[in-house]
């Protein structure tokens, strides 16, 4: 699938790390390093502009790395980029940690993976089906 990109940043575009990665690297596009003190949040640019095609949409994850090293992650996870969205991406990030982490132009902040969607056709009903499960939600089925 092609996906037309504008680079306004000062980095590569988004690669894949291997044959088999699903998502790509967003890199921080900052004139200036940002320390994310614990418990904030920050918007994170990319300089990256994007046209998905219709029935596709971006959604913008945590990187593992620094969430388990740095406590660092993507507020809104996942955060959804729309097919007709043109403006820049940008990520908002949280610090979860008890430390300042410091965000450098260039570093990888979060992963986007690109996803196909279906739109639902609602159809009002006075009934639903039944099922084994029925209306059991959170922990209905043990801890065991």
């Known amino acids: 699938?092609?996906?037309e990109i504008i680079n306004r940043s000062h980095h590569p575009?988004?690669?894949?790390?291997?044959?088999?990665?699903?998502?790509?690297d967003l890199r921080a596009n900052i004139e200036s390093p940002i320390e994310l003190q614990p418990l904030k949040r920050c918007l994170v640019p990319t300089g990256l502009f994007m046209a998905l095609p219709p029935g596709y949409e971006a959604q913008v994850r945590p990187r593992s790395g620094l969430a388990?090293?740095?406590?660092?992650?993507v507020l809104n996870t996942p955060g959804t980029i729309d097919a007709d969205y043109r403006g820049e991406i940008?990520?908002?990030?949280v610090n979860l940690s008890d430390q300042p982490f410091l965000i450098e132009?260039?570093?990888r902040i979060a992963q986007m993976v690109i996803a196909r969607h279906e739109q639902a056709e609602w159809?009002?009903?006075?009934?639903?089906?039944?099922?084994?499960?029925?209306?059991?939600?959170?922990?209905?089925s043990g801890t065991k």
Request: proline share 4%; glycine share 16%.
């Open 1 to 3: 699938m092609k996906v």
């Open 13 to 24: 575009l988004p690669q894949y790390a291997t044959p088999q990665s699903a998502g790509v």
């Open 68 to 73: 388990i090293k740095h406590g660092i992650t």
């Open 90 to 93: 940008c990520v908002i990030l």
């Open 105 to 107: 132009d260039g570093e």
């Open 123 to 140: 159809e009002a009903v006075e009934v639903l089906s039944e099922t084994e499960r029925g209306a059991g939600g959170f922990g209905h």
